[in-house]
T-cell receptor
């Protein structure tokens, strides 16, 4: 597609349920990022993928959070046993390259997760 | 740990005036800097970037200045328009790294 696509755009879930958030990066972009943004706050780094590998998972808040990327393209962020404090907008970004030849990262519209 | 931060959380600007948004960073290894604009309910939108081998870069109505000596980054918006009202974030990546780190953001409100 022309841009980063995230689905669903909104998700309301009951506390304790599992949720899956999907990110379709821009075609050909090898780097993919997940961020979390609470209301009125900045962007909190969660995880980064280079291809299918995630060299840094240190930003994941707890072991209830996991992410995978397949085929160097689509990524899924999974939150198990959701808690109310997980409520936030989850943003995905992709970039053509990273490291020595960093290029701008383009963001999707985000998934607004509400845990009730 | 080291982080990127912004001097002011809010900025009110008269329509037509120039805006200056400031950002201080602490990681001297930062090599690449980006300014993003985030409108309500949307994801951050790329505005302009600059690499550490440059001091200034200009785009359409925007200019980014980088002062590596004092580790300061600024975004200047010329002739601010109502559509410029948004939250602005600076972000940085250290050389040979991947982690795009964001500051807290500055909310810009344009007064008619």
């Amino acid at each position: 597609g022309a841009g980063v696509s995230q689905s669903p755009s909104n998700k309301v879930t009951e506390k304790g349920k599992d949720v899956e958030l999907r990110c379709d990066p821009i075609s050909g972009h090898t780097a993919l990022y997940w961020y979390r943004q609470s209301l009125g706050q900045g962007l909190e780094f969660l995880i980064y993928f280079q291809g299918n590998s995630a060299p840094d998972k240190s930003g994941l808040p707890s072991d209830r959070f996991s992410a995978e990327r397949t085929g160097g393209s689509v990524s899924t962020l999974t939150i198990q046993r959701t808690q109310q404090e997980d409520s936030a907008v989850y943003l995905c970004a992709s970039s053509l390259a990273s490291g020595r030849a960093n290029t701008e990262a383009f963001f999707g519209q985000g998934t607004r997760l509400t845990v009730v | 740990g080291e982080s990127v931060g912004l001097h002011l959380p809010t900025l009110s600007v008269q329509e037509g005036d120039n805006s200056i948004i400031n950002c201080a960073y602490s990681n001297s290894a930062s090599d690449y800097f980006i300014w993003y604009k985030q409108e309500s309910g949307k994801g951050p939108q790329f505005i302009i970037d600059i690499r550490s081998n440059m001091d200034k870069r200009q785009g359409q109505r925007v200019t980014v200045l980088l002062n590596k000596t004092v580790k300061h980054l600024s975004l200047q918006i010329a002739a601010t328009q109502p559509g410029d009202s948004a939250v602005y974030f600076c972000a940085e990546i250290p050389i040979n790294d991947y982690k795009l780190s964001f500051g807290a953001g500055t909310t810009v409100t344009v007064r008619a």
